[in-house]
Every structure is written in structure tokens, then in C-alpha cells.
């Protein structure tokens, strides 16, 4: 059985960091697309930085560029999403997702991925 098990989050002020972790089990770790998505009330959810296992190679959106970092640890099958200078409008559920996928290229629509996380809230205030 396919898990995806998300740690991390919380409350910050605005410029702060904070560091949410995922794990994959009962699945192999390469050849997967891991994302982070997050979500408003009201809003669709959106892909917010991804990472292709079998290379490494990751993807971010504009809001997250040059802010976030994801990464992931192979040994520990977890991808971590490292984000910094946070600002008000981060503030939302924030999910991990995993496909299985041989694609080079990140799939950004939510509606691609089978297994998710159970959400993190993170809190960003002026």
C-alpha cells in the first residue's frame, strides 16, 4: 500500500522559513514525480515545486522561484521542500503528491497524481 506521509509546517512571520518533509513507502522511491502543492479556500490547488527522482531534476513555479528549494534523500525514500523569505500569500494547506512516471518533464496538474499527503497548514503573518 502506497503512503505518503508529510511532517513539518506551522506558523511564521513574514520573512521566515520553514522546512516540510515527505515520505514515500510501500513504493519505490526512483522513477517517480514528487510535488508540493498547496491550496486556499476557494482556490484550486497549485503546484508549487516538483522533483523528478530518477535524476534529480526539479521544477519550481514562479512564486516559488528563487525562494523554495526541494530536494529529496534517496536512503530515507523522502523528498523535503526547504522555503524561505516566506510571505503572507504562502499561506495555505500545503500537500505532497507522488506519481509513478518515466516523463523528464514535471507534471503539473494535480489531478496527474494518485497519492497524496494528509496536508500541512503553513501560516504566514505580516
Known amino acids: 500500500q502506497v503512503q505518503v506521509v508529510q511532517s513539518g509546517g506551522g506558523s511564521v512571520q513574514a520573512g521566515g522559513s520553514l522546512r516540510l518533509s515527505c515520505i514515500l513507502s510501500g513504493s519505490t522511491f526512483r522513477g517517480k514525480h514528487m510535488g508540493w502543492f498547496r491550496q486556499v479556500p476557494g482556490k484550486e490547488r497549485e503546484g508549487v515545486a516538483g522533483i523528478i527522482t530518477s535524476s534529480s531534476v526539479t521544477f519550481y513555479a514562479d512564486s516559488a522561484k528563487g525562494r523554495f528549494t526541494i530536494s529529496q534523500d534517496n536512503a530515507k525514500n523522502t523528498v523535503y521542500l526547504q522555503m524561505n523569505s516566506l510571505k503572507p500569500e504562502d499561506t495555505a494547506m500545503y500537500y505532497c503528491?507522488?506519481?509513478?512516471?518515466?516523463?523528464?518533464?514535471?507534471?503539473?496538474?494535480?489531478?496527474?497524481?494518485?497519492?497524496w499527503g494528509q496536508g500541512t497548514q503553513v501560516t504566514v503573518s505580516s
Open positions: 503528491a507522488a506519481r509513478s512516471s518515466r516523463d523528464f518533464v514535471f507534471s503539473w496538474p494535480s489531478t496527474d497524481y494518485s497519492y
